[in-house]
C-alpha cells in the first residue's frame, strides 16, 4: 500500500469497461479512494457530487471526448488534476491536452508501474505546495492566520490584527460593530490580553440584551441592602469588579436612556453611584463596547444619545462577514474540527470532503462565523465515518449552496473576466498602500484608465484603507 494514499479520491473515466475496472483494482490496492465512471458526463454529475483530487480519463470517448472533459473540469474544479489516456499514435494531441490544464499523460496500454509514479509525483508536488504557503506564512510576520484565538488569514482580518496591537496600551474607548457571530467578544478579549498595563487585571464582560433594564443597572454599577427586593446584602457591580482592567459591554445599543446617562459620566469622570446609594465610587475601567445595530440609524430615531456615541466611537473596529472572507472558511472548519475533536470520546474526525468543503464555502452564512461552527459540530456528531461529507450537512444549506451555484452559470462572459481583473486592482493598491501612480506603473496602465477602472468597480482607494 502506498503511504501518500491517505485521503486521495481519484475518478476513472473510460467507456472501455476492461480498463476502468483494471485501474480500478490497482489503485485500491494501493490505498486510494477510487471511483468510475464510463462518459464524461456521468463523471462531471460525480465530479459535481463527491469532488475528486485526481481524474483518470480517456482521451476518445463516444459521448464526450477527454479534451471536452478536461476543459470542463479546469473551469469548475481548478484544483483537480487530471492525467490522460491516449493512444500511442495521439501523444501530439495528449501534449496540447497539457497545454490546457492537464498534469501528464500515459499512453495504452497502460503500465501500472507509470500510472502509480504520476500520481506520487501530483501527491509530492501538493505536499511541497503546502509546505511552501506554512513556510511563507511564516516568514510574513505580517500575515497570521491565528491571533489571540481568532481565526482568518484574509487582508481585512490582518488590518484588525494590526488595529488591536496598534490600540492595545491606549487609555481609548473601543466601538466594536459588525453582524452577531462575528467575533467582537473575541477582538475585545485580544485587546485586553495585549494591553500591557490591563492584561493581568480583570477583564469583566456583559451581555446586556439579555437582561432587562432594573436588573442590568444592579449588575453594571451594584446596589446596597434594602434598595429593592431581594437586596439582601450589598454587591458590588461589574464596573467594581472590572476596576483597573477592561469591562466589554456587548450589545450596547439596549441600553435605556437613564442608563446611557450614567454609562457617560463613568467615560468623562469615571464616577457612579451604586443602586439605593449615595456615596459616588471612582473606577480606572477600559471600556470596549459593541453592537450589531447601526448606531447612527438609532440615533435618528432618537434611541441613543448622540455625545455617548462619540464617546464611545474614539476608537471603531467593524468586523467583517463571514461571506465577505470566505477564503478563511476552511481555515475555521478545520479549526473547528480540532476544536470539537477533543471532545469526541475517541472518534476524530480528520477531513472534510472538497464536496462538502464546496458548500461550506458557498453558503452566505448570515449567522457568520458563529452558525459555522454549529454546523460544524453538528456534522461531527452525524458523521459515521473519518470525514465530513454532504449527507451530513443540513439540508437547507445544500440547497442554499447549488442555487448559488446555479446563478453562478447565468453570469455572462464579460462577468465572468472582470472578476480576477477586479481582484489584481485591489490587491495591487494594497501592495502599495494606495498610491494610484505606483499602481498604474505597476500595472503598465497610465492613470486615467486606472481611475476608470477605480470608478468601475467601486474600489476603495485612500491611503488609510490599504494601511
Known amino acids: 500500500m502506498n503511504i501518500n494514499a491517505n485521503g486521495y479520491r481519484i475518478l476513472i473515466v473510460d467507456d ?42 480517456d482521451m476518445k470517448m463516444a459521448k464526450m ?44 496500454p497502460i503500465n501500472d508501474s507509470e500510472i502509480k509514479i504520476i500520481i506520487n509525483k501530483i501527491i509530492e508536488r501538493n505536499k511541497l505546495i503546502r509546505e511552501n504557503i506554512s513556510l511563507r506564512r511564516k516568514l510574513d510576520k505580517n500575515s497570521r492566520d491565528r491571533f489571540y484565538g481568532l481565526i482568518g488569514a484574509d487582508t481585512k ?38 494591553d500591557c498595563l490591563r492584561k493581568d487585571k480583570p477583564f469583566v464582560e456583559v451581555s446586556c440584551g439579555a437582561l432587562p433594564e432594573t436588573l442590568l443597572e444592579s449588575e453594571l454599577f451594584g446596589h446596597v441592602k434594602g434598595s429593592f427586593t431581594g437586596a439582601i446584602k450589598d454587591r458590588k457591580g461589574r464596573f467594581e469588579l472590572a476596576d483597573t ?38 473606577v480606572d475601567v477600559r471600556i470596549i463596547a459593541a453592537t ?25 473596529i467593524e468586523m467583517p462577514k463571514l461571506r465577505d472572507r470566505r477564503g478563511d472558511i476552511k481555515l475555521l472548519a478545520e479549526h473547528f474540527i480540532q476544536k470539537h475533536n ?25 449567522g457568520n462565523v458563529r452558525e459555522l461552527e454549529n454546523v460544524i459540530e453538528r456534522a461531527m456528531v452525524l458523521s459515521s465515518s473519518k470525514e465530513i461529507d454532504r449527507d451530513v450537512l ?4 445544500c440547497k442554499s449552496s447549488a442555487q448559488a451555484a446555479d446563478a453562478g452559470k447565468n453570469n ?9 481583473e477586479k481582484e489584481i486592482l485591489l490587491r495591487t493598491l494594497r501592495d502599495v498602500k494606495g498610491n494610484k501612480k505606483k499602481a498604474a506603473s505597476k500595472l503598465g496602465i497610465n492613470r486615467t484608465t486606472l481611475y476608470n477602472k477605480i470608478k468601475k468597480y467601486n474600489l476603495a482607494v485612500s491611503s488609510d484603507e490599504f494601511i
Open 16 to 57: 472501455e469497461s476492461l480498463v476502468r475496472k483494471s485501474l480500478y483494482e490497482v489503485l485500491r490496492s494501493e490505498g486510494y479512494i477510487a471511483s468510475m465512471a464510463s462518459d464524461g458526463y456521468e463523471a462531471m454529475q460525480k465530479i459535481e457530487e463527491k469532488g475528486f483530487d485526481i481524474v483518470i480519463t
Open 65 to 108: 471526448d477527454g479534451i471536452d472533459l478536461l476543459r470542463k473540469i479546469k473551469a469548475r474544479h481548478a484544483d483537480t488534476e487530471v492525467i490522460m489516456i491516449t493512444g500511442y499514435g495521439n501523444v501530439e494531441t495528449a501534449v496540447e491536452a497539457m497545454k490546457i490544464g492537464a498534469f501528464d499523460y500515459v499512453t495504452k
Open 157 to 194: 482580518m490582518q488590518k484588525i490584527y494590526s488595529m488591536v496591537e496598534a490600540i492595545a496600551d491606549s487609555r481609548a474607548t473601543v466601538l466594536l460593530t459588525g453582524d452577531s457571530g462575528t467575533g467582537k467578544r473575541l477582538i475585545a478579549q485580544a485587546i485586553h490580553a495585549h
Open 245 to 282: 482592567g477592561t469591562i466589554f459591554l456587548d450589545e450596547i445599543d439596549t441600553f435605556s436612556p437613564s442608563l446611557q446617562v450614567k454609562l457617560l459620566r463613568i467615560l468623562q469622570e469615571g464616577e457612579f453611584e451604586r443602586v439605593g446609594d449615595t456615596k459616588t465610587n471612582k
Open 292 to 316: 450589531n445595530q447601526p448606531l447612527e440609524k438609532i440615533i435618528k430615531e432618537g434611541k441613543f444619545r448622540e455625545d455617548l456615541y462619540y464617546r464611545l466611537n474614539v476608537i471603531s
Open 342 to 366: 477533543k471532545h469526541a470520546n475517541g472518534r476524530k474526525i480528520t477531513s472534510i470532503t472538497k464536496q462538502a468543503m464546496n458548500i461550506l464555502e458557498k453558503n452566505e452564512w448570515p
Open 394 to 397: 443540513p439540508e437547507a444549506l
Open 412 to 420: 455572462s462572459l464579460k462577468e465572468i473576466l472582470e472578476e480576477p
